[in-house]
C-alpha cells in the first residue's frame, strides 16, 4: 500500500515538472517574440504583429477542436503524451534554429505550434491527474499547478528584463534555445516514467466522428450543465480583462505615458504575476479542508474595478499586483469547481470545451480590440467597454451559481470574519442528490453550511428569520428555503442537495425516501450560535467574540442507511466530538491563545485589583508575561536544575507556586506556560504539601515573601529554591526600556510573529498543569483546559462588557480554570473584590466559595447584586443558605458538578431541583454503564495519574477514539440531557 501510494506521488510530480517545464517554453519564446517585435518594428506594426502573436496563440484550440477532441477520446493518452512530448522536443530544436538564424516568421509561426501541441497536452495532462489522484486533493493540485505556471512565466518575464536589450538579444537567445533542448529531452525522459492508465481502445474513424457531428453533441452537452459552463464563463471573464492589459497596456505606455522603454512595460506584468502567486498562497490559507468560493465575487468585482482604473492611476504597479492577486481567486477555485462536477471519464472533453469556449471569447475580445485601435478609438473607452462586458457576464455567472454570493452578502450585513475547518468534505459527492441532517441552533446555519458547499442546497426549513431585507430577496429570488419537504424532497432525485436540520426531522422521512436511490450524510456545526451569531438576535451585538469564537468547525459524516430519529442522533454526536476536536486544536495551546487574545485587545484592561488599587492593560500584562518567562527560563539554567522523570510524567520540569489569588499569582501561571515548563499550584493548607513536592519533582517555587512567613512553612531540602515575587518585581520595575520594549514589540509585531518568538509549540497535547487531590496528581494538558473554558464560555454566553469576580484558589482546579477564563477570552478579571465598592455594580459574573454567600446575606444590601447576571457556586450550597440568598437579592445560585479528573466541571445546574445536576456542558459524552455506573468521555478527560499509570489505565478506556473516565458512580441522563446521581 505505501509503495502504491509513493508511486502515485511521484507521478503527480512527474506530471507537475512536466507542465513546468511546457509553460516555461511557450511563455518564455512567447516574450522572446515580443521582445524582437519591439526591438524591429514601429509603433503600427508592433500594434499587428502583437495581435498577431496572441491570435496565434489561441486559434488552433478553436480551429481544430473536433480533431484535438478525437485524438483525445479516442487514442491512448499515454501514447499520444509521449507523442507530444517528443514533439516539444522537435519544437524545441526548431526554436534553437531559427534563434540561431534570426528567421522572424519562423520564430512568429512557432508560437502557432507551441499552442497546437497545448491544445493537445493539456486535455491528457488533466485526465492523468485525475485518474492519479482523488477528489479532495484536486484543489492541492490546482493550486501547484497554478504556482508552478505562474512561477515559470515569471522566469520568462525575468530574462526578458534583466537581459534582453537591443545589444545582445540575438546572443542570449541562443542560449535561451538551448535550454529548450535539454528542458524537452528531460521532459521526454519523464515521459517514461509514467504508468499506463486502464483504458479500452474505441474503434472509431475520424471521417464517422466528423459525419456525426459528436463534437458538436459534447459541446451542447457541457453547455447545458449548470455549473459547469458558468465557472467556464468565470475563467473567462478573467482571461478576457487579462488580454486586454497585455495588447491594450504597451499601447497606452507608448502613447499616453511616452515611455519607450521595455523594461517598465515587463515590470508590470512581473508584478501582475508575483501578485497571482502570492494570491495563491492566500487562497491555500483559506482553502486548507475545503473549497472557499466565496470570494469569488470579490475577485471577479475587483478585477473589474482594477481595469477601470488602470488609465487614472499612476503607480501601475499596485493594479498590476493586485489584478494577479484577484486571478488566483478567480482561476483557481472556477477551474476546481470545473473539475470536481466532471466525472473522471469525461474530463478530457470538459477540459477541450472550456479551452474552445475560452479561447473563443479570448478570440472575439482580441479582434474587437484590434478593430477599435485600427480605427483610433479612444483607449479609456476601450476599457469602459471590456468592463462593462466582464461586468455583465459576471452577473449572469451569479444568477446561475448564486450560492456563490453567500458569503458576500453575509460578510456584508454582519462585518464578522470566521474561518472554517472542516473535516469529511470528501463524503459529499457530487454526481447524485444528497440529503444532509445537522443540528441546528443558529439563525445562519443555512449559510454556513451553503458557504462551504459548491453547489446550491435546498433547505427545509422556515425562511421568516433574521436577515437584512436584501438577504431575504435573496433567499426568495432563488429558492433557497422551503417548507414543503414533499417538493424539496422531489428534487433530490433530479441530483440536487436538500438540507433538513435535526428540529425539522419530525416529518416522516422514512416514508417519503423509502424506495428513492438517497445518499443520507449527518453533519454537525459547531461555534456558530455559541459565539456572535445566535437565534435570539436582540443579544447580537453584545456577545463577545472570543478564542472558541473565531472558528466555524462543521464536520460531515460517511453515508447512513436509516432515517431512524435517535441513530441519526447518535452519528450527530459523534460528529460534535470531532467539531470540538477541531477548535481546540485550532487554538493550539493555553499561551498561544492568550498572545491571540492579548493583541486583540491590547488597550483594553484584562486585570483589576481594586484592594491594591492597580490595574493591567492586555498590552502591559503581556509584556510583563514575556519578561517573566524568560526570567525563569534563566533562572532554571542558573540553579543548573536538575530533575528526574518519574515513571509516568511530563517531560519538562514542574514548577510549582505558593500564592493567593492575586496579580502575582496570575502572572506566574501565564508565565511558567510560556517557559514551557509545568505548573502546579500548591495547596497552602495541605498537610501533604512536602510529599507533594517531592513526588512532583519540584526544584523552584514561586511565592511572596510576606505570604510564605504567614504560612509557618519549613523547607529544610537545599534542592528547591524559593524565589520571591517582590525582588523579581523589583527587579521588573527597574528596568523601564525593556518594558518599553516590550510593549513596543507586541504593539508593532503582528501576532503570527510573537507566537513563533515566545511560543513556538503548537502541541495541543503537552501537559501543562497537574492538579492534587487526596496526594495523588492528576496531569491535564493544553486540549483539557482549553476545552474546558471553550465548554464554560459557551455555557455563560459570555459579553464584550463582562467582568468576572472569582475568589476562589488556584490549586482548586476549577479555580485554576476561573483564573485563566476571562484572560483568554477577553473579558476583564476582578480580584480582592469588596462588594460595598461602586466597582462591584459593574460585575456581571461572580464565583465564590459556598461560605461566602452567608457572609453576604449578612453584609450587604439587596441592590449589590443588580447588574450581575451568573452567580456560581465553586461547590455544593446548602439549599437554606442558598434560597436565603435568592429572597433577598432576587438572584439565583448556580451549582457546579464535576470532577478533577474531568478538568473539572461535567454540568452547571440552572434549575432548583437538587437531584439535577444539570445539562452536560457541549462536548462531553455519556454512556450509562450495565452496572449503572456513569461513563464520561470528550477532550476534557484528563491525561493521568501523575507517577501511576496503572491507575490511569484502570479509570480510562478509550473506545472509538473517544477516551472514557469511568466515574465510578451510579445515575442516569434524562431526555433534557440533564444529570442525575443517585
Not at 528542458?183 to 516514467?193: E, G, P, T
Amino acid at each position: 500500500m505505501r509503495d502504491f501510494f509513493l508511486k502515485k506521488i511521484s507521478q503527480v510530480y512527474i506530471l507537475l515538472l512536466s507542465i513546468f517545464i511546457n509553460v516555461f517554453i511557450y511563455a518564455t519564446h512567447k516574450t522572446i517574440t515580443e521582445n524582437i517585435i519591439y526591438n524591429t518594428y514601429e509603433k503600427d506594426l508592433q500594434f499587428f504583429f502583437i495581435t498577431l502573436n496572441d491570435i496565434l496563440f489561441f486559434l488552433p484550440f478553436v480551429l481544430f477542436y473536433p480533431i484535438i477532441e478525437f485524438f483525445n477520446i479516442f487514442y491512448f493518452k499515454k501514447h499520444i503524451m509521449k507523442l507530444l512530448v517528443f514533439l516539444l522536443f522537435l519544437l524545441s530544436l526548431i526554436i534553437c534554429i531559427s534563434y540561431y538564424n534570426h528567421i522572424f516568421w519562423l520564430i512568429l509561426f512557432l508560437n502557432f505550434l507551441l499552442a497546437l501541441f497545448n491544445s493537445f497536452y493539456f486535455p491528457i495532462f488533466y485526465a492523468y491527474i485525475l485518474k492519479i489522484i482523488q477528489k479532495q486533493f484536486v484543489l492541492k493540485i490546482n493550486l501547484l499547478i497554478g504556482i508552478g505556471s505562474a512561477l515559470a512565466i515569471l522566469i520568462a518575464f525575468g530574462i526578458s528584463y534583466f537581459y534582453l536589450n537591443k545589444n545582445n538579444i540575438f546572443n542570449f537567445i541562443n542560449f535561451i534555445g538551448i535550454s529548450f533542448i535539454i528542458l524537452s529531452l528531460i521532459n521526454l525522459a519523464l515521459s517514461y516514467k509514467l504508468s499506463i492508465l486502464q483504458e479500452k481502445k474505441i474503434a472509431y474513424s475520424l471521417k464517422r466522428y466528423l459525419k456525426k457531428k459528436i463534437f458538436i453533441k459534447n459541446l451542447k452537452s457541457i453547455i447545458k450543465e449548470p455549473i459547469l459552463f458558468p465557472s467556464i464563463l468565470g475563467i473567462s471573464i478573467f482571461l478576457l480583462l487579462l488580454e486586454s492589459y497585455i495588447i491594450l497596456f504597451p499601447i497606452y505606455v507608448r502613447d499616453i505615458l511616452l515611455e519607450d522603454s521595455l523594461f517598465y512595460l515587463y515590470l508590470n506584468f512581473i508584478f501582475l504575476t508575483i501578485g497571482f502567486i502570492f494570491g495563491s498562497f492566500v487562497f491555500k490559507r483559506f482553502s486548507i479542508s475545503y473549497l472557499e468560493f466565496g470570494f469569488i465575487p470579490f475577485a471577479l468585482f475587483g478585477s473589474c474595478i482594477l481595469t477601470l482604473l488602470l488609465p487614472y492611476i499612476l503607480n501601475h504597479f499596485i493594479i498590476f499586483f493586485l489584478f494577479g492577486f484577484c486571478g488566483s481567486f478567480v482561476i483557481i477555485p472556477f477551474f476546481t469547481l470545473i473539475q470536481l462536477h466532471s466525472q473522471v471519464k469525461k474530463i478530457q472533453k470538459v477540459i477541450l470545451v472550456n479551452n474552445f469556449l475560452q479561447s473563443t471569447i479570448i478570440l472575439s475580445c482580441i479582434l474587437t480590440i484590434f478593430l477599435l485601435v485600427f480605427i483610433k478609438f479612444n483607449l479609456n473607452y476601450i476599457f469602459y467597454i471590456l468592463t462593462i462586458i466582464a461586468f455583465i457576464m459576471s452577473l449572469y455567472i451569479f444568477k446561475k451559481l448564486p450560492f456563490l454570493l453567500v458569503r458576500f452578502l453575509i460578510s456584508f450585513s454582519f462585518f464578522h470574519h470566521y474561518k472554517f475547518l472542516i473535516n469529511g468534505f470528501e463524503n459529499l459527492s457530487n454526481q447524485k442528490g444528497i440529503l444532509l441532517i445537522g443540528n441546528h441552533n443558529s439563525f445562519l446555519d443555512w449559510a454556513i453550511i451553503q458557504m462551504v458547499i459548491p453547489r446550491k442546497i435546498h433547505f427545509i426549513m422556515d425562511n421568516n428569520l433574521f436577515s437584512p431585507w436584501y438577504i431575504k430577496l435573496f433567499i426568495k429570488k432563488f429558492n433557497f428555503m422551503s417548507k414543503n419537504l414533499e417538493e424539496s424532497l422531489k428534487l433530490l432525485n433530479k441530483g440536487a442537495i436538500v438540507c433538513i436540520f435535526t428540529d425539522k426531522t419530525n416529518y416522516n422521512l422514512q416514508n417519503i425516501i423509502l424506495d428513492q436511490q438517497i445518499k443520507i450524510i449527518p453533519f454537525h456545526i459547531k461555534s456558530i450560535w455559541d459565539s456572535s451569531f445566535d437565534k435570539n438576535n436582540e443579544e447580537f451585538s453584545l456577545k463577545n467574540r472570543s478564542i472558541n469564537q473565531k472558528y466555524i468547525c462543521i464536520a460531515f459524516g460517511k453515508e447512513i442507511n436509516s432515517l431512524c430519529q435517535k441513530e441519526i442522533q447518535e452519528c450527530i454526536l459523534k460528529l460534535s466530538f470531532k467539531t470540538w476536536q477541531m477548535r481546540c486544536e485550532a487554538t493550539h495551546t493555553i499561551t498561544r491563545t492568550w498572545i491571540d487574545c492579548a493583541k486583540k485587545n491590547l488597550s483594553r484592561i484584562a486585570f483589576i485589583d481594586p484592594l491594591n488599587n492597580i490595574s493591567f492593560t492586555y498590552r502591559k500584562l503581556l509584556a510583563l508575561t514575556f519578561i517573566l518567562s524568560k526570567i525563569i527560563k534563566k533562572n532554571s539554567k542558573t540553579l543548573n536544575i536538575h530533575f528526574s522523570r518519574g515513571s509516568y510524567a511530563p517531560k519538562e520540569e514542574c514548577i510549582g507556586i505558593l500564592l493567593p489569588n492575586s496579580f502575582e499569582n496570575l502572572l506566574c501561571n501565564l508565565s511558567i506556560l510560556l517557559s514551557q515548563k509545568v505548573i502546579i499550584n500548591l495547596n497552602y493548607n495541605d498537610k501533604n504539601i512536602y510529599s507533594i513536592i517531592q513526588n512532583s519533582n519540584i526544584k523552584q517555587i514561586y511565592t511572596s515573601k510576606v505570604f510564605f512567613e504567614s504560612l509557618n512553612l519549613n523547607f529544610n531540602d537545599k534542592n528547591i529554591h524559593l524565589i520571591f515575587m517582590e525582588d523579581i518585581l523589583k527587579t521588573i520595575k527597574d528596568q523601564q526600556n525593556k518594558i518599553f520594549l516590550y510593549t513596543l514589540l507586541i504593539s508593532v509585531f503582528p501576532k503570527s510573529l510573537l507566537k513563533l518568538i515566545f511560543s513556538p509549540s503548537k502541541n495541543n497535547l503537552a501537559i501543562t498543569n497537574i492538579n492534587y487531590e487526596n496526594n495523588q496528581g492528576i496531569m491535564f494538558n493544553n486540549r483539557n483546559i482549553l476545552s474546558t473554558i471553550m465548554q464554560i464560555s459557551d455555557r455563560f454566553n459570555l459579553r464584550n462588557d463582562d467582568m468576572i469576580s472569582s475568589s476562589l484558589p488556584t490549586y482548586s482546579f476549577f479555580g485554576f480554570i476561573m483564573t485563566f477564563l476571562p484572560i483568554l477570552t477577553g473579558v476583564k478579571a476582578i480580584i480582592n473584590t469588596n462588594f460595598k465598592n461602586k466597582i462591584a455594580n459593574q460585575i456581571t459574573i461572580i464565583c465564590e466559595e459556598t461560605n461566602a454567600f452567608k457572609n453576604y446575606i449578612q453584609t450587604l444590601n439587596e441592590n449589590t447584586f443588580i447588574n450581575t447576571r451568573i452567580i456560581l457556586s465553586g461547590g455544593k450550597i446548602d439549599q437554606n443558605i442558598k434560597e436565603e440568598f435568592e429572597s433577598k437579592f432576587k438572584k439565583r445560585i448556580f451549582s457546579t458538578f464535576g470532577l478533577n479528573e474531568l478538568s473539572p466541571i461535567i454540568s452547571i445546574n440552572t434549575n432548583s431541583n437538587q437531584n439535577n445536576l444539570g445539562q452536560i456542558l457541549d462536548g462531553i459524552a455519556i454512556k450509562i454503564n450495565t452496572d449503572g455506573t456513569i461513563l464520561l468521555g470528550g477532550h476534557q478527560v484528563m491525561v493521568g495519574y501523575l507517577n501511576n499509570k496503572k491507575l490511569t489505565d484502570e479509570a480510562i478506556k478509550e473506545i472509538d477514539g473517544i477516551r472514557w473516565y469511568n466515574t465510578k458512580k451510579i445515575g442516569y441522563i434524562d431526555e433534557n440531557n440533564s444529570l442525575y446521581i443517585l
